[in-house]
């Protein structure tokens, strides 16, 4: 007789993709994480999504199922549940028959075809140099007024490095006529920058209005590539950091799309001493203290998904500084505690990994008590060679314990016990 703990564990640890596939008709193309949902009637929209590092889906449509937030997420049990209209017991008993040959009737599955996007008057794209052009224009109509100077400041950057990294105030719409005159003197269309938009029936393209603290970030090659932009004030559950955009804009009356910046990868080499290591980490901010601290360039991921490309700007970051050999990952001390940020530090290392075999990578850990980011520990223990502070784990080592641990981290994450995962990863680490 197989216990039921064991058909749960194993109905938890198939893949949401698979199960996607079998159970929903969903045939997700290469790196495709989006559909339409599964669960009811849609119209053209993409309104369902997976997380293969997560392995759980999100059901974006607002089912009446539950969802109180405006979406569902979950496993692939969670999964069955939704599609049938089973309870727990049932759903793990299916999936258990399902895949071991058992079940007597097998459901009818409509496959669903998945929706590629379509992007809408989508002007041409700008080389990196006219972006940064753009930009460039943009902050310079921009002020820096002492409310953004003075949270600069308490954050310990100085008056120089404020300027250095061209910090300013988000403006108002004042500019808007000498903005689009600037742009098309340049000859730039300014609906073609991320963040500007033209409505059917105006002359000058907007944008609106953000209190904010613009950060632009700057490539390895020298251009600015998107502006980010800092909230003063925000609400429980919004972030606050969002991206100059005009990507997918809706108003009341009508709807348009406009153009994203992506998600760039930032690069900071303003003071370089150490020219064999290489830090990379989460933010802007994290990104000039390593820099300042310890003299060495560092790349900045603005999201810790968000490193597509890293080979191709690792590549570039080898050329300016061919004796690089070691690359330390700087997250936030609290970051192993989240499967899914962990999961993207393990495929992050993976992916250089691949491109720079030759290369010496190893994750930065330390206790957070003595400060949650990098800029922190910084701050509070003058270094990262402080000794019993802070301490280097082999990625690869980090790598394959994590895979291991996966499973385990999962049932903590789904049985609701998320503080556990961090302290409980620490320990199978060491050991």
């Given at each position: 007789?197989?216990?039921?703990?064991?058909?749960?564990?194993?109905?938890?640890?198939?893949?949401?993709?698979?199960?996607?596939?079998?159970?929903?008709?969903?045939?997700?193309?290469?790196?495709?994480?989006?559909?339409?949902?599964?669960?009811?009637?849609?119209?053209?929209?993409?309104?369902?999504?997976?997380?293969?590092?997560?392995?759980?889906?999100?059901?974006?449509?607002?089912?009446?199922?539950?969802?109180?937030?405006?979406?569902?997420?979950?496993?692939?049990?969670?999964?069955?549940?939704?599609?049938?209209?089973?309870?727990?017991?049932?759903?793990?008993?299916?999936?258990?028959?399902?895949?071991?040959?058992?079940?007597?009737a097998k459901p009818n599955i409509e496959k669903i075809t998945v929706v590629e996007k379509v992007e809408r008057n989508e002007k041409p794209d700008l080389t990196p140099e006219k972006l940064d052009e753009a930009y460039k224009i943009f902050l310079k109509l921009?002020?820096?007024?002492?409310?953004?100077?003075?949270?600069?400041?308490?954050?310990?950057?100085?008056?120089?490095?404020?300027?250095?990294?061209?910090?300013?105030?988000?403006?108002?719409?004042?500019?808007?006529?000498?903005?689009?005159?600037?742009?098309?003197?340049?000859?730039?269309?300014?609906?073609?920058?991320?963040?500007?938009?033209?409505?059917?029936?105006?002359?000058?393209?907007?944008?609106?209005?953000?209190?904010?603290?613009?950060?632009?970030?700057?490539?390895?090659?020298?251009?600015?590539?998107?502006?980010?932009?800092?909230?003063?004030?925000?609400?429980?559950?919004?972030?606050?950091?969002?991206?100059?955009?005009?990507?997918?804009?809706?108003?009341?009356?009508?709807?348009?799309?406009?153009?994203?910046?992506?998600?760039?990868?930032?690069?900071?080499?303003?003071?370089?001493?150490?020219?064999?290591?290489?830090?990379?980490?989460?933010?802007?901010?994290?990104?000039?203290?390593?820099?300042?601290?310890?003299?060495?360039?560092?790349?900045?991921?603005?999201?810790?998904?968000?490193?597509?490309?890293?080979?191709?700007?690792?590549?570039?970051?080898?050329?300016?500084?061919?004796?690089?050999?070691?690359?330390?990952?700087?997250?936030?001390?609290?970051?192993?505690?989240?499967?899914?940020?962990?999961?993207?530090?393990?495929?992050?290392?993976?992916?250089?990994?691949?491109?720079?075999?030759?290369?010496?990578?190893?994750?930065?850990?330390?206790?957070?008590?003595?400060?949650?980011?990098?800029?922190?520990?910084?701050?509070?223990?003058?270094?990262?060679?402080?000794?019993?502070?802070?301490?280097?784990?082999?990625?690869?080592?980090?790598?394959?314990?994590?895979?291991?641990?996966?499973?385990?981290?999962?049932?903590?994450?789904?049985?609701?016990?998320?503080?556990?995962?961090?302290?409980?990863?620490?320990?199978?680490?060491?050991?």
């Amino acid at each position: 007789m197989i216990k039921f703990a064991d058909k749960k564990l194993f109905a938890h640890s198939l893949k949401i993709e698979r199960v996607c596939r079998d159970l929903g008709g969903i045939e997700f193309r290469g790196s495709s994480t989006s559909s339409q949902s599964p669960f009811r009637a849609n119209t053209n929209n993409n309104a369902f999504s997976i997380s293969r590092s997560l392995n759980v889906f999100t059901d974006w449509g607002n089912p009446s199922i539950d969802g109180p937030g405006g979406y569902v997420r979950g496993d692939p049990i969670d999964f069955v549940r939704y599609k049938f209209g089973y309870d727990f017991v049932q759903a793990v008993n299916f999936l258990w028959d399902y895949y071991h040959g058992n079940s007597t009737a097998k459901p009818n599955i409509e496959k669903i075809t998945v929706v590629e996007k379509v992007e809408r008057n989508e002007k041409p794209d700008l080389t990196p140099e006219k972006l940064d052009e753009a930009y460039k224009i943009f902050l310079k109509l921009s002020s820096l007024d002492n409310r953004t100077m003075d949270a600069l400041l308490e954050r310990r950057l100085s008056k120089e490095e404020i300027s250095y990294y061209g910090f300013k105030t988000f403006p108002k719409r004042v500019i808007k006529s000498e903005l689009n005159r600037l742009l098309r003197e340049s000859e730039i269309s300014p609906e073609a920058v991320p963040g500007l938009y033209l409505r059917n029936g105006d002359t000058d393209a907007s944008f609106n209005f953000h209190d904010a603290i613009i950060l632009p970030v700057t490539t390895v090659d020298g251009f600015i590539a998107g502006l980010q932009l800092r909230f003063f004030n925000t609400t429980e559950g919004t972030s606050r950091y969002i991206w100059f955009s005009s990507n997918k804009f809706t108003y009341p009356k009508y709807q348009f799309d406009g153009k994203s910046p992506g998600t760039p990868l930032g690069f900071v080499d303003k003071e370089v001493k150490n020219t064999t290591t290489l830090f990379i980490t989460e933010g802007l901010f994290k990104a000039i203290a390593i820099n300042k601290c310890y003299g060495c360039p560092v790349i900045s991921v603005q999201g810790v998904g968000n490193y597509a490309g890293i080979d191709k700007t690792l590549e570039k970051v080898l050329k300016k500084y061919p004796h690089i050999n070691r690359i330390l990952i700087a997250y936030d001390a609290d970051f192993i505690g989240n499967i899914s940020v962990t999961s993207h530090a393990v495929r992050l290392y993976q992916t250089m990994q691949t491109a720079f075999p030759n290369m010496k990578y190893q994750y930065v850990m330390w206790d957070e008590k003595y400060g949650k980011g990098f800029d922190d520990l910084i701050v509070s223990t003058g270094g990262w060679n402080v000794k019993n502070i802070v301490s280097t784990v082999d990625m690869e080592m980090f790598s394959e314990a994590f895979e291991q641990f996966r499973p385990i981290g999962m049932e903590l994450f789904t049985d609701g016990r998320k503080d556990e995962i961090g302290p409980a990863f620490k320990k199978y680490l060491i050991h």
